[in-house]
Each structure stands twice: as C-alpha cells, then as structure tokens.
C-alpha cells in the first residue's frame, strides 16, 4: 500500500522551460513534506521541503506548493537547467515520534536541449 | 567539515558470506538510517536508530543485522540470510523535530555502497 506515490515515472522538459512533478499521498496525518535529487550511483540530496501549516516554500529555482485538501504536493522548476536531470523522490512524514519517513518511488527528469 | 561517510563504494560478496557495510556521521545527529535501493523501488527502509543502542526494523528487515553503539556509527551487516542482497544500499542521518506543524526530519544521506553478490 503506497502512501506516498510519484505516478510519473519519468517527465521530459525542454532546457529553460518549466519542469513540474507531482507527488499524491494518501495519509492525512502527513505534515511535512521533503523532495530529494538523486544522480546515478550517489546518494539523494536534499532540495526543499514544506510543513503542512504552510502551502508553499520557494528557494531559488525550486517551488514546492501543497494542496491539502487535494493530499497532492508538486515541484516546479523554472528554469530548468541540463544540470535538473535525474531522479525526483517526494518524501512525507507524520507528526509523531515513531512517524519515519515514507519515500515515493521517484520520477526521472529529462531535461532536453 | 560535517558529513556523512560509507564505505566501501562498491563490494562484492560471495553467496553465503556475511558481509558488513560502514556508515559514519559527525552531523551529531541523532537519528541513522539504511536504505535499499533496487530499480523501480525507491528507497525501502531497512532499519533504523533514533538514538544510541536502540534501533527498530524498518520494512524489509529481514536478513540484515545492525548495532549502535556510538552515535556517529550504524554499521549494517547483509546476512547469508538475505534472499536478494545485491542493491544499492543508502546510510541516512538526521536530527527530527517532532510537534503539531512544525516538525523537521530533512535526512542527510551518504554516497551509497553498490553491493553484488557473485
């Protein structure tokens, strides 16, 4: 039962335009919400990341926006950059001490030139 | 300057043998974790410690072993038992906040061991 789902497996944009990924999940208790990058054969590095009292976080190139009502949260990336591709992975976690972090099976970015 | 370590890169490994991969934090923090990687999977937890000599299994325990005995250490053993062990295999550290919104848990991960068994 996947509580966290990247139902892209992969996503092509074009250099400079807009890359958007999404990300649902399916526990309301969820309350805070991370997006990793992962090269090939590195570990993820963290991007940005959201409470649930908010609704949107920006840092740089980087937007994460959360719906949820929706239980849906997405990165945008503009521009994007040929340094964007690689694997996306939507993260969330709970409130409580024992509450660990559920990781979505990623989405693959091309960026195109 | 602060970071996470694991080693080896990569590690290959007999069918049958136990084998023990190596993570090491000095982000003083004070939580550790083990992920696997396989293609398509994202990342599955294996086990994971929320402070010194204490450790919970994650979901796909089976066939690994792990130890806490300082906080900076989690050293993960692959087991005989373990029926697939060749994967990618990620060391994660972080210090979580817990709390009605506003809780932080931004794990930081190490480079990854690539483990095959022959």
């Known amino acids: 039962d996947q509580q966290v789902k990247q139902n892209s497996p992969s996503l092509s944009v074009q250099e400079g335009r807009i890359s958007i990924l999404n990300c649902d999940y399916t526990?309301?208790?969820?309350?805070?919400f991370l997006w990793y990058k992962k090269y090939p054969a590195e570990g993820p590095t963290f991007l940005i990341s959201i409470s649930s009292i908010k609704d949107k976080n920006e840092d740089g190139r980087f937007t994460v926006f959360l719906n949820k009502s929706a239980k849906h949260l997405s990165l945008h990336i503009v521009p994007s950059q040929p340094g964007d591709s690689a694997v996306y992975f939507c993260?969330?976690?709970?409130?409580?001490?024992?509450?660990?972090?559920?990781f979505g099976k990623g989405t693959r970015l091309h960026i195109l030139p | 300057d602060g970071g996470i370590t694991q080693s080896p890169k990569y590690l290959f490994r007999k069918e049958g043998q136990n084998v023990t991969l190596s993570c090491e934090q000095n982000l003083n923090h004070d939580a550790m974790y083990w992920y696997r990687q396989d293609p398509g999977q994202g990342l599955r937890l294996i086990y994971y410690s929320q402070i010194v000599n204490d450790f919970q299994k994650g979901d796909i325990a089976e066939g690994y072993s792990v130890s806490r005995e300082k906080k900076e250490s989690f050293p993960l053993t692959v087991t005989s038992a373990q029926k697939n062990p060749t994967a990618f295999y990620l060391c994660?550290?972080?210090?979580?906040?817990?709390?009605?919104?506003?809780?932080?848990?931004?794990?930081?991960f190490g480079p990854g061991t690539r483990l095959t068994v022959l």
């Open positions: 993260a969330a976690r709970g409130m409580n001490r024992d509450d660990k972090i559920i």
């Open positions: 994660a550290s972080s210090s979580p906040v817990y709390g009605l919104a506003g809780g932080t848990d931004t794990q930081y």
């Open positions: 526990n309301s208790m969820f309350d805070y």
